[in-house]
């Protein structure tokens, strides 16, 4: 930020907001701060060292060991609040059940992710190969994804097949169903249901595909092993 633009904040003032903030004449416009509040502090000084954090890390770019030095400074963050708790700084209570959990959020030295866990013996074999590769969307589903329909990316009709066979239940919340998108998608939801899978579909009660009304029914399994039917 190289000066101030007048507006609507709700931001943090740190050292450079308050460097901008003092070069701005105080007689010809009005300041409006008030103290963070102790209900809201926790909240709001996370996200603002997210950001920040995040920021910093992107400086560490060069050479092999980018991630390791990325986990490592990560962890000599944790291990500082853990010290902090050690000696009760900042207020802190020298609480050992407080200290093991902040230990235990220390990163493994391999730097993995944990993408899945699925029993090898579930019904649902289909989501575990010959491999042992789970079938799971290249887009991550911690994350919010925007498809775009570019060639060097995935398309959401792929992802979505992935979705439907790695699921245990699908909820369906749309307007309408025409049969032209349906086909994309049918032989994976038949899968899905036959191997147990739960799906559910609130909609319009037909289906739209050309000037032609048709009444499609999903043959399911329930909890308790009995059939029961999906109404679109």
Known sequence: MSEIIYGLYEQIINGIINE?????DQQLFVKDTQPLDSAESSKILAEYLAKILREILNYLEDGDSVVRDRVNLCNGILQYIAEC???????FKKDQETLKRVES???????????AQVEKKAS?????????????????IAENSLFTGAVHEPSMISELKKEILSSDRIDFLISFIKWSGLRLIINELTKFTMGGGKLRVITRRNILTGSHFLSFRVRSRTLHGTTSSVDF
Do not use: H
């Open 20 to 24: 901008n903030l003092n070069k701005v």
């Open 85 to 91: 708790i050690q000696k009760g700084s900042f207020s």
């Open 105 to 115: 959020f220390l990163i493994n030295q391999d730097a993995q992710l944990l993408l």
């Open 124 to 140: 649902k074999a289909k989501a575990l190969p010959a491999s042992d590769k789970i079938v799971r969307p290249e887009t991550s």
